[in-house]
T-cell receptor, first 113, second 113 residues
Framework: AQSVAQPEDQVNVAEGNPLTVKCTYS??????LFWYVQYPNRGLQFLLK??????LVKGSYGFEAEFNKSQTSFHLKKPSALVSDSALYFCAVREKSGYALNFGKGTSLLVTP | DTAVSQTPKYLVTQMGNDKSIKCEQNLGHDTMYWYKQDSKKFLKIMFS???????INETVPNRFSPKSPDKAHLNLHINSLELGDSAVYFC????????????FGEGSRLTVL
């Protein structure tokens, strides 16, 4: 079975500060890992993914994530947060033999001016 | 040009009615999905089709029936609607079932009264 956990319901950051949104996963074998963002009343937008290769993945809007196999984590990061980054962030995992993505429960990011 | 489009965006209906949600993607993808997002924002896979073939059929009441007339379309029909069916339903597509990221529609908000 594959699963993903986002331990924080909400993350609060001041604008200009670095942000981290945490994600850990549990799959058999090597995972495919994804981050998505959802703005209010919108669909999910793809930010970045880890398939293989370099553990540091760079994505859209200045976000990046680091794949850590020993800690089974895939935390989302950004060096300098913007107020416009405030949204709901989802981590997702797929087994290599699977089709659909399994999503975490989401983490609400609030960036204050 | 909208990549994944769903109609209608909003549905308000009475218990016991039947309703359909339509989804179309113009990305040339082979795989399409239906996800349900509940009031707590939790996302759960319902169905997936790959080249018109059903590949994922999660534990969903059989009142829900997907239909894929061609690989660009995936519709969702719901019979005998119940209060608990109220949610946002997202259609998504991907190029390669496995490593491809999902592209989501804007969602269809179903309210059952």
């Amino acid at each position: 079975a594959q699963s993903v956990a986002q331990p924080e319901d909400q993350v609060n950051v001041a604008e200009g500060n670095p942000l981290t949104v945490k994600c850990t996963y549990s799959v058999s074998g090597n995972p495919y890992l994804f981050w998505y963002v959802q703005y209010p009343n919108r669909g999910l937008q793809f930010l970045l993914k880890y398939i293989t290769g370099d553990n540091l993945v760079k994505g859209s809007y200045g976000f990046e994530a680091e794949f850590n196999k020993s800690q089974t984590s895939f935390h989302l990061k950004k060096p300098s947060a913007l107020v416009s980054d405030s949204a709901l962030y989802f981590c997702a995992v797929r087994e290599k033999s699977g089709y659909a993505l399994n999503f975490g429960k989401g983490t609400s990011l609030l960036v204050t001016p | 040009d909208t990549a994944v489009s769903q109609t209608p965006k909003y549905l308000v209906t009475q218990m016991g009615n039947d309703k359909s949600i339509k989804c179309e993607q113009n990305l040339g993808h082979d795989t399409m999905y239906w996800y349900k997002q509940d009031s707590k924002k939790f996302l759960k896979i319902m169905f997936s089709y790959n080249n018109k073939e059903l590949i994922i059929n999660e534990t969903v009441p059989n009142r829900f029936s997907p239909k894929s007339p061609d690989k660009a379309h995936l519709n969702l029909h719901i019979n005998s609607l119940e209060l608990g069916d109220s949610a946002v339903y997202f259609c998504a597509s991907s190029q390669v079932a496995g490593i491809g990221e999902l592209f989501f529609g804007e969602g269809s908000r179903l309210t059952v009264l």
